[in-house]
């Protein structure tokens, strides 16, 4: 019977602490300190981490997009180019600019020295 009576007196004594606040105190803090303060400082360093992580892989989707774009735009101007320098187009252009040229009927030929 003792022993019961133990237990529940402990059962209240823990609860009364609990109650009360007494479950952590300051002794705890004081002999723990080390730890405490080496979790707290992994704790923000992880923290720290993954927001610049987070931070970092927005950045690479905007540039990603920006990648698009360009490439996108760069290969609108290629073709622009090439459309602009077939020969009918350049024929076109001369003809509305009316600068007199004329294409070349035939084939252009190689002066060779001969000593």
Do not use: W
């Amino acid at each position: 019977m003792a022993k019961k009576q133990k237990t529940a007196k402990h059962r209240d004594n823990l609860f009364f602490k609990v109650v009360q606040g007494r479950v952590v105190s300051t002794n705890i803090f004081a002999r723990y300190s080390i730890t405490i303060i080496a979790f707290l400082f992994f704790m923000m360093v992880y923290i720290s981490n993954k927001y610049e992580c987070q931070t970092k892989m927005e950045t690479i989707q905007k540039l990603e997009q920006q990648l698009e774009i360009v490439k996108t735009e760069s290969v609108r101007e290629r073709s622009r180019y090439m459309s602009r320098i077939r020969e009918s187009a350049m024929t076109a252009m001369i003809d509305t600019l009316h600068l007199g040229l004329e294409v070349q009927e035939r084939p252009p030929f190689s002066i060779s020295y001969s000593h």
